[in-house]
């Protein structure tokens, strides 16, 4: 069965820069969440979209930002990029809010 | 807001043994659910199983059974007949079923190792 993709599976910036990350959803899956999973941490929630709308936020920083897009792919897009950005970067899928299935995270290290 | 407390970091059991994961969780929803997920090495979030607050059934899935105590908002996950591929970390989690897409919310994590 198809699964959540997400691009790119790792990602190296300096601090400052910008990064975007991509998830593209089960197919016929209209809501997408993104998490942030620190090292030895569970992961946080961050944001959700459902129908390309904001559906829900959790503890996304400032700057941090997302949309969902008319194909209900969605990127997160990260800027000034800080040392604590470092982390894995979950998005999952869902159809309308029933059960989350995770991709298989990007992983950011900001050097 | 929703806590949920996973007071077990580490766990050992042998292989074809059986293991209980704890888990407890507050919420001031009626209506929830509560999911277990495994992480192994790869990282990746694996669902185990899921329970819907108003079932009064536990769940099952194969080796993987539940024990929902709703009044004392109690979750645990049991594993029958471990074997080597069930080393991971597992995380219990809570959703809200409040009509929007809400995150879950995750405990600490118990680390499962299988001792062959």
């Known amino acids: 069965a198809a699964g959540v993709i997400q691009s790119p599976r790792h990602l190296i910036k300096e601090k400052r820069e910008t990064a975007t990350l991509k998830c593209y959803p089960i197919p016929r899956h209209d809501t997408v969440y993104w998490y942030q999973q620190g090292p030895g941490q569970d992961p946080q929630f961050l944001i959700s979209?459902?129908?390309?709308?904001?559906?829900d936020k959790g503890s996304i920083p400032d700057r941090f930002s997302a949309q969902q897009f008319s194909d209900y792919h969605s990127e997160l897009n990260m800027s000034s990029l800080e040392l604590g950005d470092s982390a894995l970067y979950f998005c999952?899928?869902?159809?309308?809010?029933?059960?989350?299935?995770f991709g298989p995270g990007t992983r950011l290290t900001v050097l | 807001a929703q806590t949920v407390t996973q007071s077990q970091p580490e766990m050992s059991v042998q292989e074809a043994e059986t293991v209980t994961l704890s888990c407890t969780y507050d919420t001031s929803e009626s209506d929830y659910y509560l999911f277990w997920y495994k992480q192994p090495p790869s990282r990746q979030m694996i669902l185990v199983i899921r329970q819907e607050a108003y079932k009064q059934q536990n769940a099952t899935e194969n080796r993987f059974s539940v024990n929902f105590q709703k009044a004392a908002k109690s979750f645990s996950l049991k594993i029958s007949d471990s074997q080597l591929g069930d080393a991971a970390m597992y995380f219990c989690a809570s959703l809200t079923s409040g009509g929007g897409a809400d995150g879950l919310t995750f405990g600490k994590g118990t680390h499962l190792i299988i001792q062959p």
């Open positions: 979209f459902y129908e390309k709308m904001q559906s």
């Open positions: 999952a899928s869902s159809y309308f809010t029933d059960t989350q299935y």
